[in-house]
């Protein structure tokens, strides 16, 4: 918890949060939704049609999420795309000791940039899961007729094994987020400089920088804590 004196970093602008936690709403929504759908157990939750209606609204929330990320903030948006298909030698050095790091250890890992080898794997998981659930979903709802018998079961395996894999990435995701104390960068918009430096030493000291650049980036400022 920041005391009233501690320095806190910028992380994350308005609309980036907005956009994470309508994505939070909508994938919830359709993981239940989507159950009440598959599994017969849960199938009371399907309030006579009512749970497709909500699978099909949270699924177009879906889809227009990552489209609302880049209409709202280009830069950040293809800042995000770019991080998360490039690795470097440290990226590499922190997966081997991500053992530890699962465990809520820090100290052995190389410093890393603003997000860590771990976040930038789950994040491009996230977004291949994405795109699977996405296009075998719209096959599902738009061509279901042309598909035939095989074609059918292999689009609805592609669809359930993706919502399969987005479920696991989410476990893993929030366990992150409560190990090291992360939630408040996608609910005030700020961490502590302590975290910053804890898990993303090479971003802090980039936007460190006392450059207008890294103002608008996310500079260390002093703001009366939480
Ligand atoms: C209750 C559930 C969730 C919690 C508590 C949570 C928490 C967080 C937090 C704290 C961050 C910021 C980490 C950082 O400092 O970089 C974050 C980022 C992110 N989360 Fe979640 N999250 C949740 C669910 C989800 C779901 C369902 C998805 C997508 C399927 C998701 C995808 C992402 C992505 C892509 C980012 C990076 C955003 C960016 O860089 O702009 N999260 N989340």
Redesign the pocket.
């Known amino acids: 918890m920041a005391t009233s004196t501690e320095r806190r970093v910028l992380?994350?602008l308005p609309e980036?949060r907005l956009?994470?936690w309508l994505?939070?709403a909508s994938?919830?929504t359709l993981l239940v939704t989507g159950l009440a759908l598959l599994w017969g157990p849960l199938s009371f939750l399907a309030w006579g049609g009512v749970s497709t209606l909500l699978h099909r609204g949270a699924a177009l929330l879906f889809v227009a999420l990552p489209v609302a990320?880049f209409v709202l903030n280009r830069t950040?948006g293809q800042e995000?795309l770019k991080e998360i298909v490039t690795y470097n030698r440290e990226d590499w050095e922190w997966l081997k000791g991500f053992p530890a790091y699962f465990l809520g250890r820090t100290t052995h890992l190389p410093k890393q940039g603003?997000?860590n080898a771990g976040?930038k794997l789950?994040?491009l998981g996230?977004?291949l899961a994405?795109i699977a659930v996405t296009v075998s979903g719209l096959l599902l709802w738009f061509a279901k007729g042309q598909l035939g018998g095989a074609g059918l079961a292999a689009t609805a395996a592609v669809h359930d094994v993706a919502m399969l894999a987005?479920t696991i990435?989410?476990i893993g995701?929030?366990y992150f987020?409560?190990v090291y104390g992360?939630?408040?960068?996608?609910t005030t918009g700020y961490?502590s400089e302590e975290y910053a430096r804890l898990?993303h030493a090479r971003w802090l000291e980039e936007v460190g920088a006392d450059s207008p650049a890294s103002d608008a980036a996310g500079a260390p400022q002093s703001v009366t804590g939480d």
Not at 182 to 186: C, E, N
Request: aromatic share 14%; net charge positive; glycine share 2%.
């Open positions: 992380r994350y980036q956009v994470h994505g939070v994938v919830l990320y950040k995000l603003r997000l976040q789950h994040h996230t977004f994405f987005v990435l989410i995701h929030v987020t409560f992360a939630l408040p960068s996608m961490v898990e």
